[in-house]
């Protein structure tokens, strides 16, 4: 409660935070939005490539679908893949740092060199092999941003953990015969879970963004799908006479992945009062 | 300090020796049978047989991660299943493209976002210090892929102030190959209208690759300058009349900026991933481009031997990152004593 209200007194926060809410309002009410919610799949010839207009508010693409609709439904893919890739990123990462973080053992130190080994290299070179080795498509470009995030999960909580672990109130649980298991996931993880959240708020526009440009190189979703990045990737070839082509579904991965990023930092802020006192 | 950089080296390995390991994995299991996938959807049984033997594929699973392991570590990476040249040979003809194009972005990203970011810090809650974090914002908000096709609509269709595509013009020619970069190739060449031309190619997609590396370094400089500038070491030298830019560039700089300089190496990987998208837009003959195609022919050795050498630049730049840091504060190196 404390940490929305800091968000609502942040004015670039609360404007972070209304544009996901915005965005996910979108997502939910797409096919009811939309001006002409069949053309997700449905191509209209005739009506190829208009520029905007008061019947197309942003146009329509090289296959006469309406472009504002084409957004609208993309909503739908961004939230779906940016919330499975973060949950799926999380499951892995989360009880990885809390093994890894708990104790300094043998267990520890090969569950971190496995951590280095998959940030040793970025992460969207990784996922192209994966998307690549699989049959490409969504389904295979979620699963490779997923199986490529949770390295940075287990960095936070790992992080967490070793700090937390040395509290006294941990001390004094271990003390009255608490199992490591109880402490770790019903004490040291809801402590922790600001620096989670943090980090899933941020991961949520990183992997938009990703997705997007797995989509866009061809790894991702694939046509007729209302995916944005694959909508970029299909405007190029009519370009300079079709402008709004690439330029509306741009905008739209920018303006929701620039929300979870101020949502992202001012949750950070909230979070450590630190790095609070530094801003006021 | 030689101690301190062999240090980092060697705990550099492990990761790196790891990843190897995991390409074999994941060309060995993931594909499901290696062989039909490389023989394609029309073989005959007696082809996947004949294609398993070749590529030693049966042999135990032990054998052939050792033998994997000493092709890589003698640069061995096969042939290329598109092109059928050694996928090495492949990688250094394009790597010095994409090492130009990352270090320039670098550069730019550097040399304007740190005093972007000291000028936000001193300007605490001004309008500059606003005006950066806007930027700051949105340069990592923003798609590169998208931008790289915004910027060459208005600048090489609309306004056709700059070249759409390419390192070089094609009248020019090219240069005589000596590092691989056509910004030095072209100077050591004497050509200064070559290097020019060099130049301008490199606006657009320099540019597009900087902004997210931009927007990280002004604000990491920021809040390192605004925790430096609360020191009681700023006090005592602003007592004793020290005038205000030669202490904020020069003294509060220099302590705060340690923290920009780690986030410069693991910006390096972001560059890497943004230049994919880059080149792709500009094509940018470089390592993009190259894992691009391999993804579009299915070449999985030439995209796993990408993989591979971008870990081993990334571990490199890491360690230089690090040097780097012990030697603006020494204290660094110590503390790894």
Redesign the interface.
Known sequence: MTALRHIFRDPVAAFGLLIVVFALLVAILAPWLAPYPDDAFESHILQRLRPPSAEFPFGTDNLGRDILSRVILGTRNAFAVAIAVVVAAMAVGVPVGLAAGWRDNWMSDVLMRVTDVFLAVPQLILALALGQLMAPGIGTAMVALAFTYWPFFARTVYAETRRLRGSLFVDALAGIGASPTRILFLHVLPNAAPAILVRATVGMGFTILTAALLGFLGVGAAPPSPDWGLAVSEARQHLPEAWWFPTFPGLAILLLVLGFNLLGDGLRDAADPRLRRSRR | MARYILRRVLLAL???F??V???FV??RV??GDAAATLAGDAATPAQIADIRARYGLDRPIMEQAAIHVRQVLTGDFGRSIFSGRPVAEEIIQRLPATLELTFVALFLATVIGIPLGLLAALDHNGPIDHLV?LLS??G????????A??L??VFS??LDVLPLRGRMDVALGQPARVTGSMLIDSLLAGRLDMFVDACRHLVLPAVTLALPGLATIARFTR?GV??TLQKDFVLYARAAGYGRVRLAAIYVLRNAVNVTVTQIGLLF??L??GA??VE??FDWPGLGTY??Q???S?D?KA??A??LV??VV??VVNVAVDVVQALIDPRVAEEHR
């Open positions: 492990p990761a790196l790891g990843l390991i995991l390409t994941l060309s993931v594909p974090r914002v949105g990592l908000a923003i798609a590169s892929f998208w931008l096709i915004m060459q609509l269709m609309d809040s605004l925790e990987g972001a890497i991933s994919v998208a792709a837009v894992a691009v391999a993804i579009l299915a999985y995209l796993l990408v993989t971008v870990g990334y571990a």
